[in-house]
């Protein structure tokens, strides 16, 4: 009895996985605008590229003033050490 549970168990499972795996992703608020901030990233975290690096995560040491991460507009001032002007 307990074999067949156990059975019945794992295939429920099975079946259930990739149905929950096709869940949709949360919808992007409308009207969403994102502005660069620099100085806030941390290192491999940045989102493109700069004069000091070629490629977006590639950034070497945290809070780098050249790279820059996006982030919701009016978010960049408020945060400390951001800017949205490369320093």
């Known amino acids: 009895?307990?074999?067949s549970l156990i059975a019945a168990s794992a295939l429920a499972a099975v079946i259930a996985a990739p149905l929950l795996a096709q869940a949709a992703p949360a919808a992007m608020p409308t009207g969403y605008q994102a502005e660069k901030c620099y100085g806030v990233a941390k290192?491999?975290?940045?989102?493109?590229?700069?004069?000091?690096?070629?490629?977006?995560?590639?950034?070497?040491?945290?809070?780098?003033h050249a790279s820059w991460i996006y982030v919701p507009a009016g978010t960049c001032q408020k945060i400390s050490g951001g800017s949205t002007m490369p320093m």
Request: with cysteine; hydrophobic share 30%.
């Open 43 to 64: 290192a491999g975290l940045n989102d493109c590229q700069t004069a000091s690096h070629s490629c977006a995560g590639t950034a070497t040491k945290d809070m780098d």
């Open 1 to 3: 009895m307990k074999v």
